[in-house]
DNA sequence: ATGAAAGCGCTAACAC
DNA sequence: GTGTTAGCGCTTTCAT
C-alpha cells in the first residue's frame, strides 16, 4: 500500500506538503504542487480514509436508515437525500432497519460507532415510549413519525392535513362511502393513526357518517396487503364508491385488488394514495395522490443535521433547541379519481 | 470520548483484555468479561470503528453501486444483496453511479480508498474500452454487462436467453408482428444490445421476418420514455400486436402509452418485460416478464467479492482466476400476454 | 510556503 | 488468561 510518506519521498517534499496538496489548501507553490501530484499519480496513491477519519473525528458521511429500500417510497426518498447531501459535501450510506424498533435502535447505536458523522433515520417502529433512547451525542434527525417533542430534530409530513385533502377530494368527486385501508395504528402518532384523524375530519367536515365497516386495516403497507384488503372490502357486502389508502404503494395493490373483484376504477370507485411515487403517474387508471414536496423535506433533514454536525465542531456553542419541521404538500388529481 | 483506556482503567485491567471481550475472544475470564461489560455500560463506551479500520485494515463493508437507487428493479437488487452480505457478517453501502461511465469509475475510485472492503458494480457505462481500469488491487464483481472476459469476477444474466424466450412467447400467444423497445446499443455486450439479438433470435427460429420499424429505441430506460415509446410506435401506423419491452421499468411505461393510444393490453397488443419486478404483479393488466433469479446472482455476486476478501487475508495465495456466472431464469406468463 | 513532532484509538504479535 | 510494545496513515499545531 502506498502512503502519503512515499509520495513525499517520491516528490522530495515532507508528508505534510503532500496532505496540503491532497486537501487542497491554498499556500502551496504551484511547481511543488504538480511534483506532488505526478508523483501521486505515477506511485497510484489513495488517501486512507480510515486514518484521516480517526485523525480528524469526521467521516464525511451521513447514513440513511429507512424501513426496507425496494419500497418506491423510500428509493425514491433516499435519492432525494442523497442529492441534498451532495449538496453539502456529504455522503449517504444506507442501512436498512426492516420497519421494527429493533432495526432502528441498532441504526441508532450503529451512528454512535463515529461511522457517520450524523444519521437520518426513517421512523416507524419507534414510539414515544422510545424518547429517551434518542438523547444520544451524535446528530440525529428524526424523518417521518412517532416521536414528537422528542429530544433531537423532527421532519413530518403533513399527515392530518394531507389526508384530509385526500378525503375530502373523493368526496368533492361524488363518493359518498369512503373506505380506508390503512395500517395498524396504535393510537399514537404513528403515520396511520395520523392519516386515519384526517380521513375522520374530512368525514365530518362533509356531514358524512363513519361507519367502521369500511375501515380495513392491513399489517404491513405493502402492495399484497393492500389487494387483499380491497379484496375483503369488496366482498364484505358493505357498500363502499371510494377509497383513501395510507400509502400509494398499498394503492396500488387496492387498484389490482378492486379489479380482481371486478370493480371498475374510477367508475365504480374512485381510489387515492399519499406519497405520489413515480409509478403512480403511469399506473393505468393513473393513481391520485397527495404529493408532499419530497424535495423540501429531504432537504430540509439533511440540513437541519448540516447544522448538527457543524455545531459539534465548534467548542460549547449548544445550538437551537429541537426543532420540528412539518412540510407542505398539493394534491395530484389523475385518472383513478376521475380526472 | 470515552476510549478503550477510560474502561480499562475503570475495570482495572488492560486495554488488552478490554479489545479481547469487544470481540468475542474466548480466553478471558467470566469474572473479568463481566467486570469489562459493566464498565462499558457504565462510562457509555462504543467501539471507534475508523481506529479499528485504519489497525485491522478491514471495515466490514462492502460497496454496492448501482445506476440510481429510485428504480424499483435497483431497490429490488439492493436488497437482495443486503440479505446475502449478512449472512457473510458484511454490512453494504450503495452508492450512485447515476448510470454514467464517470459515475462507475468514481465508485471504483472510493473503494480504492479502502472505505470498503471490496465492491459490487452494477455497470451499465463500463465498456471492453474500460477492462484496464477495472485492475485495480481490490476486490471488486461486476453485476450486469458490458464487460466480458475482464480481469474481474463477473455476474451477468441470461440476457440473451431470457430476450429470446420472452419474445417467443409473444409468439406462442400468437403474436406476428413483434415489436421491441429498447435502449440504445452501443454494438457491445450492453443489456439493450444482448436482448436485442434474443429477439431477433427469436423471431427468426419462428420464421417471421424482422421489421425494423418495429424496433423503437429510447435514451434512457425510464417509464417515461417506455410510454412515449409505444405512443410512437402507436401512431407510425406501422401494425404490431405484441411489445418485448428490455426492462418491467419500460414496460410500465409503455403499458401507459399503449393505454393513451387507445390499445387495449392484451387484447390488441401482449406486453413482455425483464426483471420481474414486484410492481409486475400488481398492475392491470399484471405484467408478464422474465424472471431472473434475483437471490441466486446476488448470492453468487456477494460469495465471490467474500472470497476475494479472504483471499487477500492470506499472504501469496492468489486464488482462482476471474469467473464468470450467468443466472438462470424462468418466464412468468401474466395478463398481459394474456395468461 | 514548507516541515517536525505528536498522537487520534485501536489491535497484532508476542511475552509471561 | 492477561499485559506490553509498537504502530496502522493521517493531520493538527506550531515553528521556520
Known sequence: MVTIQDVAKAAGVSPMTVSHVINHHPHVKNETRERVLRAIDELGYRVNVAAR??????????????????????????????????????K??????GASREGELAALALSRNRLYDGLI????????ADTDLLKVDHPVVI?????????????AMPNVAGARAATAHLIERGCRRVALVDGLRRGEVD??????????????????????????????????HGAAAARRLAG????????????????????RGLADSGLSVPRDVKVI?????AEGAYLVPSLS???PDHALMAGTAVGFLAERIAEKGKKGARGPAAREFIGDFSLVARESTGA
Chains 1, 2 share one sequence.
Open 53 to 90: 477519519n480517526l485523525r480528524t473525528g469526521r467521516t464525511g458521511t451521513i447514513g440513511l436508515a429507512v424501513p426496507e429500500v425496494d419500497r418506491p417510497y423510500y428509493g425514491q426518498l433516499a435519492a432525494e437525500i442523497i442529492a441534498a447531501a451532495a449538496g453539502h459535501g456529504l
Open 92 to 97: 449517504v450510506a444506507i442501512e436498512q432497519t
Open 121 to 128: 433515520l426513517s421512523t416507524v417502529g419507534l414510539g414515544p
Open 143 to 155: 424523518l417521518g413519525e412517532r416521536i414528537f417533542d422528542g429530544p433531537v430534530d423532527h421532519v
Open 191 to 224: 403515520v396511520s393513526s395520523l392519516r386515519y384523524d384526517g380521513y375522520r375530519e374530512a368525514l365530518d367536515a362533509a356531514g358524512l357518517p363513519f361507519d367502521p365497516r369500511l375501515v380495513a386495516p392491513i399489517e404491513r403497507l405493502t402492495m399484497e
Open 236 to 255: 364484505s357486502g358493505a357498500e363502499f364508491d371510494g377509497v383513501f389508502c395510507v400509502t400509494d404503494t398499498v394503492a396500488i395493490g387496492v387498484l
Open 273 to 277: 394514495g399519499f406519497d405520489n411515487v
Open 289 to 291: 395522490s397527495i404529493d
